[in-house]
């Protein structure tokens, strides 16, 4: 999905634009209490926003190793960000522990752990962490059965609006099956004590939406064009500004994040 100029630009763009990724970096960033002189890696650090929210941290002080699968985002990622204490690696995370030498103090992942191999991922991660090492890493409620905001629902209530807009549930379904199995607080608990890690801090985060912000983002994301895949980009964003324009702006759903503080354990 990532894997092309087009959307690792797009994405960029969206990004800077919207309070999305911004925001949830700097609150995952807050959450990992990074200390000068660390050495921290940035899983999945796309075009990178990441990088800096822990480079504020950090200063000139230890390093970071920003990591990416995709050759495009990274590219971009390295034309922003040019501190020499920071590193960048092509590298998918579940072979992190191959190109990734020496012991880290901090893995940060914001907005990606679950598109991994999760078990794999960890496992890589576990080889690398000092100890006593950390792993922070979020989750947006798609994916993700909120533990403080039961209600919250972000995707499936814009897509059921889709599906009440044009009479078809399966618009639903399309995004995500009825079958899929949410993550919850418990499960990931469990994932990672099964994978030496010990959960050490948990805390939820709201983002609130504005409509113009959900169109982009459903854009970029390419959710419209599963729904739709044999409509033409116009036509995709017709119906999607049509749904949206059809929920009160004050009633749009928000997106909770979910937000884990792990530590590695022998
Ligand atoms: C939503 S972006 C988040 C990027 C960045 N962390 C940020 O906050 O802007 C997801 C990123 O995860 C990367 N990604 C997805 N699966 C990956 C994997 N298995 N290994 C490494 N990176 C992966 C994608 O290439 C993409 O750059």
Redesign the pocket.
């Known amino acids: 999905?990532?894997?092309g100029k087009s959307t690792?630009e797009k994405?960029d763009k969206y990004?800077a634009e919207y309070p999305m990724?911004k925001e949830?970096?700097k609150f995952l960033v807050e959450l990992a209490k990074i200390n000068k002189g660390m050495t921290v890696l940035?899983?999945?650090?796309?075009?990178?926003?990441?990088t800096p929210e822990i480079l504020k941290k950090l200063g000139n002080s230890g390093k970071v190793i920003s990591?990416?699968?995709?050759k495009?985002?990274?590219d971009i990622a390295k034309g922003k960000i040019k501190q020499e204490n920071v590193s960048f690696v092509l590298?998918?995370?579940?072979n992190?522990n191959e190109l990734v030498k020496g012991k880290i103090g901090l893995v940060l992942?914001?907005?990606?752990f679950w598109?991994?191999?999760m078990p794999k991922?960890l496992q890589a991660i576990h080889s690398i962490l000092k100890q006593e090492g950390k792993f922070v890493f979020n989750f947006p409620d798609q994916f993700f059965q909120s533990k403080d905001n039961p209600k919250s629902k972000y995707l499936r209530k814009v897509m059921a609006e889709v599906a009440n807009e044009y009479g078809h549930e399966s618009y639903l379904d399309a995004v995500i099956p009825k079958t899929f199995k949410l993550w919850t607080y418990e499960s990931i608990k469990k994932l990672l004590e099964s994978n030496s890690f010990k959960l050490t801090d948990y805390k939820e985060f709201i983002l609130k939406r504005t409509a113009e912000d959900i169109k982009e983002h459903l854009g970029t994301?390419g959710v419209m064009a599963i729904v739709f895949p044999n409509l033409t980009d116009e036509e995709r964003a017709k119906i999607l500004d049509k749904t949206i324009n059809r929920l009160d702006e004050s009633n749009l759903p928000d997106t909770t994040w979910a937000c884990f503080v792990a530590e590695k354990i022998i």
């Open positions: 999905m990532w894997n690792a994405y990004a990724y949830t970096n940035d899983l999945a650090c796309g075009t990178g926003l990441t990591i990416d699968s995709s495009y985002m990274l590298s998918p995370a579940e992190v992942c914001n907005s990606a598109q991994t191999d991922t994301l």
